[in-house]
């Protein structure tokens, strides 16, 4: 849709109501107990597994990939009556998307090409085009941009608009996510009316961090970034999808943002084609998690049996 710049100036928020939102959420029993297994194993099908350092290596990807095939030990899925689960994707650099591409051949899992000069983006913006380019003609399915901070932090929404549109159109049939690297835009209005403008100029899903800035993915950010998604779905009928990324590395952090998707947005926001976790070490302790709630569930069997 073209920018509206009245719909974006009149866009607010309360941040103080917001935080005091945020502060409650970690303390609700977001999961039952009995269904923690379950929603666990909701949030791998919904996960980027993600490696996004210097000294990544084919190896590391291909490991990587492995893990997003088989993201829990057989015996573990079988106990679940979850065999055949697999993360929601993996998410690499752009020179690791052909290794990614060849070790998930065979699977459904898509590979995600982080793009446009990640994580900062300040490469030559026609460079950053041909990246995007490079990438999905590298077999890539979804582009993970960054956006120029400067253009929220100066409030040149056309600016911000504009290099959106044209990086949404090199993806062409892959999907773009926007990262806004909401640790660096200063205030939850820039974040909001940041999030608005990119769903304006097409984007799929709207994404809080590289992962890289010093404050990544919170409760906040997000109750501000699925809001504006929701309104903007009551608006236009379109829906955005969400992806937290950045510090998510614990199970129970997990089982907060389901719950939070579900209250605001909806169970239609708990499937793949619009929720992500970007994450590269969160699968550890869901897994963990899982292990310990099958081997309970054993024990107190065995306990019951041998009386
Ligand atoms: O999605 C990309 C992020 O870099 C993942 O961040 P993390 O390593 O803190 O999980």
Not at 59 to 64: M, P, S
Request: glycine letters at 8%.
């Amino acid at each position: 849709m073209p920018l509206d710049l009245d719909w974006v100036m009149a866009v607010q928020a309360n941040t103080s109501a917001i935080e005091r939102r945020a502060q409650t959420l970690p303390g609700r029993r977001s999961v039952k107990k009995d269904y923690q297994a379950a929603w666990l194993c909701k949030a791998i099908s919904l996960m980027d597994l993600t490696t996004l350092s210097g000294d990544d290596s084919e190896g590391r990807v291909r490991r990587l990939c492995a893990k997003a095939r088989q993201p829990v030990a057989q015996p573990i899925l079988e106990a679940l009556g979850m065999e055949g689960l697999t993360t929601g994707a993996v998410c690499v650099y752009h020179d690791m998307v052909a290794t990614a591409v060849d070790a998930l051949q065979g699977t459904s899992i898509p590979v995600a090409a982080v793009s446009t000069g990640f994580p900062a983006g300040l490469s030559p913006f026609h460079l950053r085009i041909a990246e995007i380019g490079e990438s999905v003609a590298a077999g890539a399915q979804e582009i993970d941009i960054v956006i120029s901070r400067r253009h929220v932090l100066t409030g040149n929404w056309q600016a911000l608009y504009d290099e959106m549109k044209e990086m949404r159109a090199a993806c062409g049939d892959a999907h773009i996510k926007a990262i806004l690297a909401t640790g660096e835009l200063g205030t939850l209005r820039n974040v909001a009316r940041a999030s608005l403008v990119c769903m304006m100029a097409g984007a799929d899903f709207i994404k809080t961090s590289t992962g890289k800035e010093p404050i990544n993915a919170t409760l906040p950010v997000t109750l501000t970034m699925i809001r504006a998604i929701r309104d903007y779905q009551d608006r236009t009928g379109i829906k955005v999808g969400y992806k937290p990324a950045g510090g998510i590395s614990k199970a129970k952090d997990a089982l907060v943002y389901l719950s939070m998707i579900k209250d605001e947005l909806g169970d239609r926001w708990l499937q793949p084609d619009l929720f992500r976790f970007g994450a590269s070490s969160l699968l550890g302790d869901i897994e963990r998690q899982l292990e310990h709630h099958v081997t309970g569930a054993y024990s107190a069997q065995w306990r019951h049996a041998i009386g």
